[in-house]
């Protein structure tokens, strides 16, 4: 129920990166109001966890929610070739024996309404069912934004708000209106996905891990990813191109795909397909400003790479963290400038790069990481920090010294033959 007219902060989204803003924020006394469009909780992609959410959760102060929830323990990633060789898999716990290197795979409706209760409790007002219509972006705040309740299009309701936060996901609210995305020219990918009951998962002494299974031309890529429901979601990702212009239904391409699969048919032998193909298009970007006076841009509203190695949620939960002791030292000091809000960005930013020059590296069509490992085994832990989410802290670039060139030799060796 929206009560007032004016709040300190409105936060647009109720997906990991506003609720994580909004707590942070309604945590410390000011007044709050989150809006989401659909009614919580909802349906959304992204299930596979970074191990290093786990400091997020820690701030958040939800990690007993989370054990008491019950999803899916994931342990590790494994990648499986084209010829449906499983490499070694890169175990999080091998290299750091601490809590925080198991994470989960979750369910985004239950996981998401999770974190929303969290900012509620915190103290933010929670109103889901209410789009955000409109936004009056001033020089200076407080911005005025326009909200309708669904179901009812005759009505509009006026909020100002000091800080208004984008945690919109791919609708990138403010980016839009103001210009900022750019896409990643060399990545634009689409996905295609589904989730499956009677598929083959790891059991017994075989921990749970998130699968990437390539297909034989290497043009494609499939997570896999087992959930608490007994369902596998399973998704193919490759060039807009490839995936989405070829004629046929997503779920005809899926299926060719997956003949191509070797690794993925072995998994899904007997089992059946239980909802519908989503398609998920041109969803790498990033923007040019994170925040500007009274604004600020969370999780995917700001940027997103790409789904390889899991980072969607992380880098939502960490912006929405960094953000949010941001807009609280932001409010006490009174100075909303777009400096103070964003005064977090250029570390954020610092440690993202890893993770995209590591997406960068998985889709250089010769590069494999079996392969790096056994010509560089010293750079194996190295690589799992990298995949743990291990991009903030220490030297995570240290591995790229002998990545880069090693890419560049096996590029030059793959264009001669
Ligand atoms: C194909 C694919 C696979 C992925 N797989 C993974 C994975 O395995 N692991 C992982 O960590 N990440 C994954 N991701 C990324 C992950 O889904 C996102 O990074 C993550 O959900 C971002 O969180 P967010 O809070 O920024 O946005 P979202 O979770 O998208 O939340 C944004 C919310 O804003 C609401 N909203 C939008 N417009 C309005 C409006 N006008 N008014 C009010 N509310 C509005 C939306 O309804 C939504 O609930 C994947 C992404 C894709 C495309």
Redesign the pocket.
């Known amino acids: 129920m929206i009560a007032k007219r004016s709040y300190d902060c409105l936060v647009?989204?109720?997906?990991?990166?506003?609720?994580a803003t909004a707590s942070l924020v309604a945590e410390q006394g000011y007044s709050t109001l989150l809006?989401?469009?659909?009614k919580l909780p909802?349906f959304?992609?992204?299930?596979?966890?970074?191990p290093e959410t786990y400091w997020s959760f820690e701030r958040l102060g939800v990690l007993h929610e989370m054990d008491r929830i019950g999803f899916t323990k994931k342990n590790g990633v494994q990648f499986v070739t084209s010829d449906d060789k499983e490499t070694a898999p890169f175990i999080f716990s091998d290299y750091d024996d601490r809590d925080c290197s198991m994470t989960w795979h979750v369910q985004?409706a239950d996981f998401?309404q999770m974190l929303v209760d969290t900012a509620y409790h915190c103290g933010a007002t929670v109103a889901d069912e209410?789009?955000?219509?409109d936004i009056e972006i001033r020089k200076q705040s407080p911005h005025k934004v326009i909200l309708q309740p669904a179901g009812d299009k005759s009505k509009e309701i006026e909020v100002m708000a000091r800080v208004v936060v984008d945690?919109?996901?791919?609708?990138a609210?403010i980016a839009n209106r103001l210009g900022l995305k750019e896409q990643y020219a060399d990545l634009k990918k689409s996905?295609i996905?589904s989730y499956f009951t009677g598929a083959k998962r790891n059991g017994g002494a075989n921990p749970e891990v998130?699968c990437i299974l390539h297909t034989n031309t290497k043009d494609a890529w499939f997570?896999y990813?087992p959930l608490s429901d007994g369902t596998v979601s399973v998704?193919l990702?490759g060039d807009n191109d490839f995936i989405l212009k070829r004629g046929g239904s997503p779920e005809k391409t899926f299926y060719q795909e997956m003949a191509n699969c070797p690794g993925l048919k072995r998994r899904l032998t007997d089992a059946e397909c239980v909802s519908k193909f989503h398609v998920?298009k041109e969803?790498s970007y990033r923007c040019k400003q994170q925040a500007g006076p009274g604004w600020v841009l969370?999780?995917?509203?700001g940027g997103?790479i790409d789904?390889i190695y899991?980072?969607?949620?992380?880098?939502?939960l960490k912006s929405?963290v960094m953000a949010g002791e941001a807009i609280c030292q932001a409010l006490a000091a009174n100075d909303l400038s777009a400096e103070r809000l964003g005064s977090w960005v250029p570390q954020y930013n610092s440690g993202v790069r890893w993770i995209l020059k590591l997406v960068r590296a998985f889709y250089t069509k010769p590069f494999s990481f079996g392969d790096f490992v056994r010509e560089y085994p010293h750079h194996r832990g190295n690589l799992t920090n990298l995949l743990v989410g291990k991009v903030f802290e220490g030297n995570p670039g240290a591995i790229f010294k002998d990545m880069d060139p090693w890419i560049e030799r096996l590029t030059h060796e793959t264009a001669a033959v």
């Open positions: 647009i989204g109720g997906g990991p990166a506003g609720a809006v989401e469009r659909e909802r959304h992609v992204g299930e596979s966890l970074m985004r998401d209410t789009r955000v219509l945690g919109s996901g791919q609708q609210i996905a996905w998130t997570w990813i998704g990702v998920a969803f969370v999780g995917d509203a997103f789904p899991s980072s969607g949620v992380f880098l939502a929405g």
